[in-house]
């Protein structure tokens, strides 16, 4: 069955301060997605990336990057020099193939709660 | 362009009521989900539709859920004889994948539903 596990429930850090967000998950497939929600309490889920199982290489946005390492199935979330509009909740998510169909349904993880101290 | 909107935003309700909940996806998306997120929890998967038909409903917890698409357009999603236990948040999702390829869903903005 898929899984995603984020183990930070909540995260506090001082505004220009690095943070990683941890994600390991579990599938049986060999193809995949993953992805990162950002949910600012707003309650919308804004979407940040998406990356397939065959890329591994990093990716950087900005103040955003990813760490992709298959072989301890994970998917670690860093921004660089935090800002006060970086709180929120974020959420990693796997996709879950459906039967007969290209498309995927999610499992999320339960999230991480980022606050940025001004 | 517009993003997926739902409504209401916020719906209460008393346990044993009819209610529905709205999503209109973004236009031209085929594909269209709806998760239900309880509080500090991740979102959890409901259905799929794929164009107007259910194409994966093993995520309804139970009869009570339905939901339809019937111009593969606007989805509702209708729960009969609520409890409380069916207090969250309704998400829908909608992304641009056809047949045989896959892509990001878009999350619209929930229905907070609350049965007292």
């Known amino acids: 069955a898929q899984k995603v596990t984020q183990a930070q429930t909540e995260i506090s850090v001082v505004e220009k301060e690095d943070v990683t967000l941890d994600c390991v998950y579990e599938t049986r497939d060999t193809t995949y997605y993953l992805f990162w929600y950002k949910q600012p309490p707003s309650g919308e889920l804004v979407f940040l990336i998406r990356r397939n199982s065959f890329d591994e290489q990093n990716e950087i946005s900005g103040r955003y990057s990813w760490n992709f390492q298959k072989s301890t199935s994970s998917f670690n979330f860093t921004i660089t020099a935090s800002q006060v509009v970086d709180s929120a909740v974020y959420f990693c998510a796997l996709s879950d193939p459906i039967s007969n169909f290209g498309n995927e349904k999610l499992t999320f993880g339960t999230g991480t709660r980022l606050t940025i101290i001004p | 362009g517009a993003g997926v909107s739902q409504t209401p935003s916020n719906k209460v309700t008393e346990k044993g009521k009819y209610v529905e909940l709205r999503c209109d996806p973004i236009s031209g998306h085929t594909a269209l989900y709806w998760y239900r997120q309880s509080l500090g929890q991740g979102p959890e998967f409901l259905i799929y539709?794929?164009?107007?038909?259910?194409?994966?409903d093993s995520g309804l917890p139970n009869d009570r859920f339905f939901a339809v698409r019937p111009e593969g357009s606007v989805s509702t999603l209708k729960i009969q004889r609520t409890e409380r236990g069916d207090s969250a948040v309704y998400l829908c999702?909608?992304?641009?994948?056809?047949?045989?390829?896959?892509?990001?869903?878009?999350f619209g903005p929930g229905t907070r539903l609350t049965v007292l």
């Open positions: 539709f794929q164009g107007t038909g259910a194409a994966d």
């Open positions: 999702a909608s992304s641009s994948s056809g047949w045989g390829n896959s892509d990001t869903q878009y």
